[in-house]
């Protein structure tokens, strides 16, 4: 290699987590913005669960912040949420309770909400990795008692990188509703099935149409092989495993997969 100045490569099947390119933004001069707690307000995004929503920077770290705005009323984070350092839930930074103001802080990763994303088709490529963020944290969720109240749609973040995460609150700006589910902890098994093929279609599906989805959709085999067992499992440990090597599999429906498919139906 040294004597003829060439080198030979590998090139890997693995495939690659895709992800957003962030939008890079100059820090904001503080000026005399309104402040929050030792926090810089920088715009309102909104109402979320009678809670006014503010986009945040912190001048001492240099980063965005998530600020609820809540009543006096609004009980404090509960301890175990407040320490939670899991890639797949938003961190808590800060908050505080009193008569004349009430707030929490929360990161503010870069990229979109989950809605915003699936007002278009998304590809298998991009949902299976999703899938896999959302099953691993339901799965310490269960395991640890720190599951989120409600899971919906309206409270997964898809990160610049790629990675999904699970929001205790609903999305912060986020432009369209969630579809109607009751007040109550989601099975999450139909939940994954739910925002998988909610994805896939590019439209918002209940707990319930997602569950009669005929997937008329062109996926490989394997993938069709996962939904089709995904709320038979007994445990979301379970799904979680059957989804960890369909991340290095081909994600394209192959000539392969289209002649094994018309031999199955013949």
Same mark, same amino acid.
């Given at each position: 290699?040294?004597?003829? !100045?060439?080198?030979?490569? #590998?090139?890997?099947?693995?495939?690659?987590?895709?992800?957003?390119?962030?939008?890079?933004?100059?820090?904001?001069?503080?000026?005399?913005?309104?402040?929050?707690? *030792?926090?810089?307000?920088?715009?309102?995004?909104? @109402?979320?669960?009678?809670?006014?929503?503010?986009?945040?920077?912190?001048? &001492?770290?240099?980063?965005?912040?998530?600020?609820?705005?809540? /009543?006096? #009323?609004?009980?404090?984070?509960?301890?175990?949420?407040?320490?939670?350092?899991?890639?797949?839930?938003? &961190?808590? =930074?800060?908050?505080?309770?009193?008569?004349?103001? %009430?707030?929490?802080?929360?990161?503010?990763?870069?990229?979109? %909400? =989950?809605?915003?994303?699936?007002?278009?088709?998304?590809?298998?490529?991009?949902?299976?990795?999703?899938?896999?963020?959302?099953?691993?944290?339901?799965?310490?969720?269960?395991?640890?008692?720190?599951?989120?109240?409600?899971?919906?749609?309206?409270?997964?973040?898809?990160?610049?990188?790629?990675?999904?995460?699970? =929001?205790?609150?609903?999305?912060?700006?986020?432009? /369209?509703?969630?579809?109607?589910?009751?007040?109550?902890? $989601?099975?999450?098994?139909?939940?994954?099935? @739910?925002?998988?093929? $909610?994805?896939?279609?590019?439209? *918002?599906?209940?707990?319930?149409?997602?569950?009669?989805?005929?997937?008329?959709?062109?996926?490989?085999?394997?993938?069709?092989?996962?939904?089709? !067992?995904?709320? %038979?499992?007994?445990?979301?440990?379970?799904?979680?495993?059957?989804?960890?090597?369909?991340?290095?599999?081909?994600?394209? !429906?192959?000539?392969?997969?289209?002649?094994?498919?018309? %031999?199955?139906?013949?």
């Amino acid at each position: 290699d040294l004597w003829s !100045r060439t080198r030979v490569l #590998a090139q890997t099947d693995q495939p690659v987590r895709p992800g957003m390119t962030p939008e890079l933004e100059p820090p904001p001069a503080a000026g005399e913005m309104a402040r929050i707690g *030792p926090y810089h307000v920088l715009a309102e995004l909104g @109402q979320s669960d009678s809670a006014t929503v503010l986009l945040g920077y912190d001048s &001492r770290l240099l980063r965005k912040v998530w600020l609820r705005r809540v /009543s006096v #009323a609004t009980p404090a984070v509960d301890a175990a949420l407040r320490h939670l350092g899991r890639p797949g839930r938003l &961190r808590w =930074l800060n908050g505080k309770r009193s008569d004349d103001d %009430s707030w929490d802080a929360y990161e503010a990763p870069a990229g979109q %909400s =989950l809605l915003d994303l699936i007002s278009v088709k998304q590809d298998w490529g991009e949902i299976r990795f999703w899938l896999l963020d959302l099953a691993e944290e339901l799965k310490t969720g269960v395991k640890d008692g720190s599951l989120p109240p409600v899971l919906s749609l309206d409270r997964v973040w898809i990160t610049a990188d790629g990675h999904a995460k699970l =929001l205790d609150f609903p999305a912060p700006g986020t432009k /369209s509703p969630g579809p109607t589910e009751p007040p109550q902890l $989601s099975n999450p098994q139909a939940f994954l099935r @739910q925002v998988a093929l $909610s994805a896939l279609e590019g439209r *918002p599906l209940n707990v319930e149409q997602a569950r009669v989805s005929s997937l008329g959709l062109p996926l490989p085999l394997y993938a069709r092989g996962f939904f089709q !067992r995904i709320e %038979s499992e007994p445990n979301i440990r379970q799904v979680w495993e059957r989804l960890k090597p369909l991340t290095g599999k081909v994600a394209a !429906r192959s000539e392969e997969h289209t002649s094994e498919l018309q %031999s199955l139906r013949h």
